[in-house]
Structures are given as structure tokens and as C-alpha cells.
């Protein structure tokens, strides 16, 4: 299945970002509109941290684990997500990029790279549904990074 990508331009510099997204809780101050029930592992930053939440996506339900695999601090940062008992394996990819007049330009792509079945014979609605909840999630991310960065600030 083809992934899907969305971003957005923030004022915070990169460094703010990855901080920010660094911290496996933080996620759920801008995705807990689809995804609920966050439960916590490992670190609480870097390799290794993660949750396990409940999606709801597309009328349907189903538990995900996901777990931070790479960290390219303040670049990059890759979660590894595993959901359908297994059968379904995916990466959700953020990247940050410093913007020539300051701020940053920030991007969340997702990658399946095991597919169910249902999934695959619903791509198109699949992947529209992702990239609606997704770009919701970045304008999510961008009021909840300005929010952080005032009040640590």
C-alpha cells in the first residue's frame, strides 16, 4: 500500500520539536482524537519508549503498540507500529527541517509494510482516512508545540 504523508510549518526550531515529540506522552495531547486508552513503555523518550492505544479509525476499532526504533536527534525520529494481532506492521516517520526563516517545517509519513487483506481491498478509503486524521494531528501538534514551548518558556 502506498504510505501517506502530511506536514506543516511551525515557528519552533527543530530542536523544540524533537524534544517535544521526543516524549512518547506528549503524542497523546495531539492524537487523542482517534487515538485512546494510551498505555506506556520503556523509557519515557528515545529508543525504546512506547504505548500501546486504541485506534478508531474508519468505524472500526483495534489496539496498536507502537515503539519508538530510531532517533536522529533533531532530524528524525521512527515508530515502529504493530496492530490486528500482528498482521499489520507500519512505520509512522517524523521528520523536522530547519526553514530558511526560521521555524520548522515538520512531516509525519506512514508506511505499511504488512497489509491485511480488508486493508488492502480498502486502500483508497485506508489511506484517506489516515491522511484525515493525520493532518489533523499536525495541526494538533502545532498549537499543543506552541503551548509547551510558552509554558516551558
Request: with cysteine; charged share 20%.
Amino acid at each position: 500500500m502506498k504510505s501517506v504523508t502530511v506536514s506543516i510549518d511551525v515557528p519552533q526550531t527543530p530542536e523544540q520539536v524533537y524534544d517535544f515529540l521526543d516524549v512518547i506522552a506528549h503524542h497523546e495531547r495531539f492524537t487523542d482524537h482517534y487515538l485512546t486508552d494510551w498505555r506506556f513503555s520503556g523509557p519515557g523518550c528515545g529508543i525504546g519508549s512506547g504505548a500501546t492505544v486504541t485506534a478508531a479509525l474508519g468505524g472500526t476499532r483495534t489496539d496498536v503498540s507502537i515503539e519508538v526504533v530510531e532517533a536522529e536527534a533533531p532530524r528524525r525520529i521512527v515508530e515502529r507500529n504493530v496492530s490486528a494481532v500482528g498482521r499489520r506492521l507500519a512505520h509512522g516517520t517524523y521528520t523536522i527541517e530547519p526553514l530558511p526563516a526560521g521555524g520548522s517545517h515538520v512531516s509525519f509519513g506512514y508506511a505499511w509494510t504488512r497489509v491485511p487483506l480488508a486493508d488492502r481491498l480498502l486502500a483508497p478509503a485506508v489511506r484517506a482516512a489516515i491522511r484525515r486524521a493525520n493532518r489533523t494531528v499536525m495541526r494538533r501538534l502545532a498549537a499543543e508545540l506552541a503551548r509547551h514551548v510558552a509554558a516551558a518558556g
